[in-house]
């Protein structure tokens, strides 16, 4: 190479030459890649009959691999097994040759076997050696050390075996075995230390911890990768076993425990301050100890209930680092691991302090005495620890400091929840009961219909955490993120078009819908828990109808229309309530009832928003009144024509008539049936002309204004209502009047239909009018037949069939120009 060259002239020079290699060297290791495939390919011989070579399944690595290892285990057995079964046999002299010999053997062979190359061996032969180390130990305390403690032998030999380990691990640190080894060995000196001294779970737990975090700062410092992965598990197992200790004692003994615990928790906050990777996992069960030691220092000094208080509020100051520790610049990763063991222990408090809710908002549901029996006028819901209100409380309040949705959403939910354990929980009488709960739902509904003072504070919908604080500094508006992202600096190229995403929902709404639900439930109950007292079902019904109307007003969307339901449902239980306290009877209820889907009809002609749903809670609440007065038909029939009569009111409206007009007709009809039923009418044609003279003029008006409407749809069904069981009655009829009007209706039909070309008219008068007269005619039939000679008939019947075939063309052309004429009518 020309040093006389620049440096920047010197510089490309060497890169190309670079190049070139890097070209070169691709080529070579594709033309290797080549030749092994080609050397270990099996090859099949070119027939038939000859069978395929067998392939490889393991390489020579690995074989070699599993023949050493096979080879050391082999060894390490027969070792044992010569200490153990055949040491008795030789003299003292001969015992130290042995071992000694063995083990300095298997010590420095892998020296020799590491200069020659042969790695795989040289492992094997030293975890032979190491095996033959432990056996040396025991050894020698077998012979000269048999008078010594075992635990406390054990302890110092495995503080002995770790050294030396680790000096020859290092010595030979090709060798990937003895520095893990050493760090097995060293979890033990401690722990067996303890053991041997004659310390209880304390003791052995501040060993186990003083040798974690040994195990730790081997973690953090030493460099193989298999060293920190056999101290990470060692860390794990016996720092977990001292804190478990050391919660078991914030129980037990809570002065004992702490100091165990905190010391614990200082050392998993500092593996997580110094490792990234576990800082998570790390924090979280530092934040776990520091509560449990704190908490159970906490336990000891509180009364029995208010423990568990104490326990969150530990808890909230731990969670709170989330926030604070970001201005002390604490890694995010310990931020979010603290955080989320205050968070989960918070949990845990919260779902302690959920019975009393629970019994609060479902337990006037489960009702086991009769309504208005007056027996809760006392204290009602059962009893429950009164510190669950403060636990509600503390949590509820700091939720609502955080300027976040989901903290805001949390705080109303437990501020629901507060109010609604705070009768169970202190034990209120029935008036203050009923009262708290009618003011919760007050209060719930008021949010629903204004959450815009629980979104202060709140980032708007599309704008991150950073651009709000940067904005806060600043005074600017913060700029909305783009639901797209940023551009692409491609984004002009034939790039596809990102797709559109759902807008983020509105605080207020999600705080209004969550208020709402809160507020239904209180007002569920209310009504259940007002049932025990006549005075209070009055009281809490119209309370309830006045708030559901007030959302109804006030709302919007669907929490209007739910409103306006449930409005309509109060106005049902006021009503029904009414009714129960004059004494009316099922059927005068029913009547009574039908005051609400009236009350529904002036409410949808005003009220166009809720209009719809409220008329179909109405005609439900309509149907209950036909319900209650089913038992007494001429009440049933007084409550069909009275809905009638609100249907034809209703059908006013334009945006109605269709099908409140049919509506109405059909309630007029039921009740003139209801009506005719409790006469005791029998005659068929006073239940079908009703229906049959208005179907026909309906029929007659669709056709003068569609003339190519089909007389089927048209008369069809009107004439078939009243010919087809009057036809049927006739048949059973033995008097001659019924059959006699059939016959001349059913001729008058035919006529008209004949005369206008109607197909319905013609066919179904004319059917009806044969099978009346075949009625009619049939006994005389029989009579003759009777009297002639028996074989006049079947001489009729031959030349009947004589006379259809020899006109059996001119019959075919006939009864086709009868089909075409019917084909024709309309």
Not at 746 to 761: K, M, N
Request: aromatic share 6%; with cysteine.
């Amino acid at each position: 190479m020309d040093n006389s060259l620049p440096p920047a002239d010197e510089l490309v020079l060497v890169d190309r030459e670079l190049a070139q290699l890097e070209v070169r060297r691709n080529q070579l290791l594709t033309r290797r890649a080549w030749l092994v495939q080609v050397l270990y390919q099996p090859v099949r011989p070119v027939g038939p009959s000859w069978p395929a070579a067998p392939v490889a399944d393991s390489t020579p690595r690995s074989a070699q691999n599993v023949l050493l290892t096979l080879g050391g285990t082999l060894l390490t057995i027969a070792a044992v097994a010569f200490t153990l079964v055949s040491w008795g046999s030789m003299g003292i002299g001969g015992r130290a040759a042995v071992l000694c010999a063995v083990t300095g053997a298997a010590l420095a062979a892998p020296v020799a076997l590491l200069r020659r190359g042969l790695g795989s061996t040289a492992e094997s032969v030293a975890v032979l050696g190491l095996v033959l180390t432990v056996l040396d130990a025991y050894a020698l305390h077998r012979v000269a050390l048999a008078d010594t403690d075992g635990l406390g032998y054990a302890a110092v030999a495995s503080a002995v075996l770790a050294g030396a380990w680790a000096a020859y691990g290092t010595a030979l640190s090709r060798l990937r075995v003895p520095l893990p080894a050493a760090v097995v060995a060293a979890q033990l000196p401690l722990p067996l230390g303890v053991l041997a001294a004659g310390g209880g779970p304390t003791a052995f737990a501040w060993a186990a911890l003083v040798t974690a975090a040994a195990d730790g700062a081997a973690v953090l410092w030493a460099r193989p990768l298999p060293v920190r992965v056999t101290a990470g598990v060692g860390a794990a197992v016996l720092g977990g076993w001292a804190l478990l200790t050391g919660g078991w004692l914030s129980f037990s003994s809570p002065w004992s425990g702490a100091p165990l615990l905190l010391v614990g928790a200082a050392v998993c906050l500092y593996v997580a301050w110094r490792t990234p990777a576990v800082a998570v996992a790390a924090s979280v069960v530092a934040g776990l100890a520091a509560l449990a030691a704190v908490g159970g220092l906490l336990r000891s000094a509180l009364p029995g209930d208010w423990e568990v208080p104490g326990y969150v509020l530990c808890a909230l100051v731990l969670a709170s680092v989330w926030r604070a520790g970001a201005g002390a610049r604490l890694p995010r990763g310990v931020r979010a691991g603290l955080a989320g063991a205050g968070a989960s222990v918070t949990a845990l408090g919260l779902s302690w302090a959920l019975p009393p809710v629970v019994a609060g908002a479902l337990g006037p549901l489960a009702r086991t005495t009769d309504v208005w029996s007056g027996e809760h006028a006392g204290p009602v819901l059962g009893s429950h620890p009164a510190t669950a209100v403060p636990v509600l409380a503390v949590v509820a309040a700091v939720l609502a400091s955080v300027p976040r949705l989901w903290a805001r959403c949390g705080a109303l939910v437990l501020g629901w929840a507060l109010l609604t354990a705070l009768p169970v929980s202190l034990g209120l009488p029935y008036a203050a009961t009923l009262a708290l709960q009618l003011l919760t739902t007050a209060g719930a509904l008021w949010i629903a219909v204004r959450p815009a003072p629980l979104t202060r504070g709140l980032p708007r919908p599309g704008v991150s955490e950073g651009a709000e604080q940067a904005a806060e500094k600043t005074g600017e508006p913060a700029p909305a993120a783009s639901p797209a992202g940023p551009a692409a600096p491609w984004s002009g190229w034939a790039s596809p078009r990102p797709r559109p995403q759902a807008p983020p929902a509105e605080p207020g709404t999600v705080l209004g819908w969550i208020a709402y639900a809160g507020g239904l439930l209180s007002a569920g109950g209310a009504v259940a828990l007002a049932l025990d007292v006549r005075v209070a079902t009055f009281v809490v019904l119209g309370a309830v109808l006045g708030l559901l109307a007030g959302v109804a007003v006030l709302g919007a969307g669907a929490r209007r229309v739910v409103s306006a339901c449930g409005a309509v449902l109060a106005a049902t239980g006021l009503v029904l309530a009414g009714a129960a306290a004059g004494g009316l009877e099922g059927h005068w209820a029913g009547v009574v009832l039908l005051l609400v889907p009236a009350a529904t009809a002036v409410v949808g002609a005003k009220a166009r928003p809720v209009a719809l749903p409220v008329e179909i809670t109405g005609a439900a609440v309509g149907l209950c009144s036909v319900g209650l007065a089913g038992s007494r038909p001429a009440f049933l029939a007084l409550v069909l024509a009275l809905g009638g009569v609100i249907a034809a009111a209703t059908a006013v409206r334009p945006e109605r008539r269709r099908f409140a007009s049919w509506a109405a007709a059909g309630l007029f009809l039921l009740a003139a049936w209801v009506r005719l039923g409790a006469w005791g009418v029998t005659t068929p044609e006073a239940y079908t002309l009703p229906v049959t003279v208005p179907a026909l003029v309906v029929g007659f008006l669709r056709r003068r204004r569609d003339p190519e409407a089909s007389s089927w749809a048209a008369y069809g069904p009107g004439l078939a209502v009243t010919l087809l069981p009057s036809l049927g009655a006739a048949w059973t009829d033995p008097e001659w009047v019924r059959p006699l009007v059939l016959g001349v209706a059913a001729l008058v039909v035919t006529l008209l239909g004949a005369r206008f070309r109607l197909q319905a008219l013609l066919l179904l008068g004319g059917t009806v009018l044969a099978l009346d007269g075949l009625h009619e005619l049939a006994p005389y039939v029989v009579q003759v037949v009777g009297a002639l000679p028996r074989w006049l008939p079947p001489a009729l019947a031959g030349l009947l069939l004589l006379a259809v075939g020899a006109t059996y063309e001119q019959r075919l052309r006939d009864a086709r120009r009868l089909r075409e004429r019917l084909a024709r009518m309309r």
